[in-house]
């Protein structure tokens, strides 16, 4: 796969999907950071997903926290992945501060229609396209869905943070641009306009989200602005704005980009990459998920595998623990779940949802009697393997309820083990994990080693 759209674990806690960003909980200090390659525009959220784009903003984000560090503390601990971060647990602000150095973008379509005020900033008359203001302005907004525009007396009005706290985020915004522009004059790139965003780390304003990228950002190449500054060429994600812009179907904005927008796209992030970092942007050889998996295992975050036992109700809980006494030598992560497939079979959309777009290796074993129900509801909407195992009180029941989980209807390739030993090891085979290969290899063997053992007694009496 070459681009991440979506991630989940079901060995992690996701707190809330953005945009572009998932937020994991690791504790109460710290969060886990997965920036995905989706793309948004006009608040929009596009069907594409742009190949590199994740790795290049979690990479060059973390460039700029590191060169900014002496202006303001930021949230970042640790990169593990191209596209993950550790980060310090942080009371986000719902403020979001939006620099500007031009007249350009939004702001300049606002302007065309008669606006000269933007979040209680007063701009003159006979202001041109893309004109430099004589010093960088700051236009906040409200951090939601829809980015309203707020003035600093709102902000202090409505709680959102106290004049004090507000004067800091103030002198910070206007210094980290002052840094980022001064830095990318130097690399022939023009800030024209960014957002910061802040949080509260101890009580301490601390620098959260991104910085100076083409998502956060517009940049322009300089010679181009010093040569014809009304029609700049872009290297930002301003290029995709427009586009959309350029293609309305009958006022409506488009949510799909076709192929060479998106090469377009990525493309233009990794040389902004590039340029900033002076470093070529590569991604590593392995698919992304597949990475993905290997740096959080590797670092401790993730067990190799995830073996969930669905029941259909409290009543299986002790046939459920029987199957997990057989898992316990295994460094998996094991989780019992409650969901009927009869009275709220709903919840298997959100469970199928986590488990089937899983990065680590997933099997279900689904324990329900009677009619069994479950196995084949899960079969139907699961990608990986499901196991029956039904908690029959005796033989005779066996006899009278196994037809349920043995015929399942077509397309639902769930498998029935009787016996609860087997169906843990069942489990754990389709993992096809070779650290687990091995040692039913082994057990294997001892197994054949005791039998020989008992032949050769045997033989002997």
């Known amino acids: 796969m070459k681009t991440l759209t979506y991630f989940s674990s079901p060995q992690l806690e996701k707190i809330h999907a953005g945009k572009v960003r998932d937020s994991i909980r690791i504790d109460d200090k710290k969060r886990m950071i997965v920036v995905t390659d989706r793309i948004s525009a006009f608040n929009k959220n596009l069907k594409n997903a742009i190949p590199a ?10 460039f700029w926290f590191n060169k900014t560090k002496h202006i303001i503390d930021n949230h970042l601990l640790e990169q593990i992945d191209n596209n993950i971060s550790i980060v310090k647990e942080a009371q986000p602000i719902r403020v979001e501060m939006i620099v500007r150095a031009y007249l350009t973008g939004s702001m300049w379509r606002g302007y065309q229609e008669g ?6 900033v007063k701009v003159p008359d006979g202001l041109t396209k893309n004109q430099k203001f004589p010093q960088p302005i700051l236009t906040p907004t409200t951090k939601d869905k829809d980015d309203t525009e707020i003035t600093e007396e709102e902000i202090i009005e409505r709680g959102l943070v106290d004049k004090a706290l507000y004067q800091e985020m103030k002198q910070k915004a206007l210094e980290l641009f002052d840094f980022g522009s001064k830095y990318l004059d130097e690399k022939g790139i023009v800030l024209v306009d960014t957002k910061y965003e802040f949080g509260l780390v101890d009580g301490k304003l601390t620098l959260i989200d991104e910085i100076h990228t083409p998502d956060s950002s517009r ?7 010093e040569k014809n500054p009304g029609n700049v060429e ?3 994600k301003e290029f995709v704005r427009q586009w959309m812009l350029k293609n309305k179907k009958k006022g409506k904005i488009p949510d799909v980009l076709p192929p060479e927008v998106v090469a377009e796209t990525s493309k233009r992030y990794k040389e902004i990459y590039q340029i900033i970092t002076g470093k070529e942007y590569k991604e590593p050889a392995l698919p992304i998920k597949t990475r993905m998996y290997h740096n959080l295992l590797n670092k401790g975050y993730i067990k190799p595998a995830y073996i969930a036992l669905v029941m259909g109700s409290k009543s299986d809980v002790t046939h459920a623990e029987k199957i997990l006494s057989h898992l316990e030598k295994f460094d998996i992560k094991k989780q019992m779940r409650i969901i009927s497939a009869h009275k709220n079979g709903e919840r298997l959309v959100d469970f199928a949802q986590t488990v089937n777009h899983a990065i680590e290796p997933v099997s279900v074993i689904a324990i329900a009697g009677r009619s069994n129900g479950l196995g084949g509801a899960l079969a139907a909407n699961l990608n990986l393997p499901v196991i029956n195992c039904p908690p029959f009180s005796d033989k005779t029941d066996i006899m009278l309820n196994i037809n349920s989980s043995l015929m399942m209807p077509s397309h639902t390739p769930a498998v029935t083990v009787v016996h609860p030993d087997n169906a843990a090891l069942a489990a754990v085979r389709s993992l096809q994990i070779p650290a687990f290969k091995e040692m039913m290899e082994e057990d294997i063997r001892k197994m054949k080693e005791k039998l020989i053992a008992e032949d050769n007694e045997i033989k002997n009496l």
């Open 53 to 62: 784009k994740g790795g290049v903003l979690n990479s060059l984000t973390n």
């Open 115 to 120: 606006k000269r005020e933007f979040s209680g």
């Open 219 to 225: 940049f322009w190449n300089k010679k181009d602005y």
């Open 234 to 236: 872009q290297i930002d």
